[in-house]
């Protein structure tokens, strides 16, 4: 297609990375690549899949339904079991506002709510923060977006809260921090660095941003990418950013 038929953001959209990295592992069956995320093959459930799928599709009650539209928000009990499953992850006993399976979308995956999310928050030219280094896929979503990134370090268990501080307060005194509109987490195992952030860290992320919110002149939301939640092989897991204190209406989860 021409450039010149092509939407402004349709012109600043370069090809995606992942794009590359999925077709080389596809391409040479025999190349083990860390890079693009696929599962092993032998590991895929075929027969578990084709023995649960047969059933629904038998029955005239459940075949046709289950080939039909659904609701924009998704599948109601599939919402319900998944706000289930993250209350088990996160030890929640008595179901909190943060933890309603009604606050519940399913998306193509976890970067379709990604856009939607920032096109949802942001305008041309925002700020979004993130970690530095960050999740380099979601850097190829803020520039197709026209949206600007600024990084903040990372230690061994999250981010920098004092680093964090001082970026704040950078923007603040540049009359940038208007500009900043969500800050972005990938907190469990983190890629590229495979850092997992600590609740203290996140519940003291949260604290930050919302120190900022009044001079900002509007919320600043915490995007958790929690993407990799549950491929701990060992220890306890980590609570998530939705058991902070005021989380129910800052924090947006991503899970896939």
């Not at 970067?111 to 096109?119: R, V």
Request: hydrophobic share 40%; proline share 5%; net charge positive.
């Amino acid at each position: 297609m021409k450039t010149d038929a092509l939407s402004e953001m349709g012109r600043r959209t370069a090809p995606p990375p992942i794009s590359w990295l999925m077709h080389a592992a596809l391409s040479r069956p025999k190349l083990i690549s860390l890079a693009a995320g696929f599962t092993d093959h032998a590991t895929l459930p075929v027969e578990i899949s084709r023995k649960v799928l047969n059933p629904v599709l038998r029955s005239p009650k459940t075949g046709q339904l289950a080939l039909q539209y659904g609701i924009t928000a998704g599948e109601t009990n599939l919402r319900q079991l998944t706000a289930r499953h993250l209350q088990k992850l996160d030890g929640v006993r008595v179901t909190s506002k943060s933890h309603s399976w009604e606050r519940v979308m399913i998306t193509g995956g976890s970067q379709q709510l990604l856009y939607m999310t920032l096109e949802a928050l942001c305008d041309e030219g925002d700020l979004v923060l993130v970690e530095d280094p960050t999740y380099f896929v979601f850097l190829s979503i803020l520039q197709s977006r026209g949206l600007r990134a600024h990084g903040v370090r990372l230690e061994r268990d999250g981010l920098d809260l004092a680093h964090l501080e001082v970026v704040l307060q950078r923007l603040k005194k540049s009359g940038e921090l208007r500009r900043v509109k969500a800050l972005y987490l990938v907190s469990y195992f983190q890629n590229p660095t495979g850092v997992t952030t600590s609740f203290e860290k996140k519940r003291g992320i949260l604290k930050l941003l919302k120190k900022f919110e009044h001079a900002a002149g509007h919320p600043i939301y915490l995007i958790e990418d929690a993407a990799y939640r549950e491929l701990r092989f060992k220890g306890p897991d980590i609570q998530s950013a939705l058991m902070a204190p005021g989380a129910s209406d800052r924090v947006i989860y991503a899970g896939t």
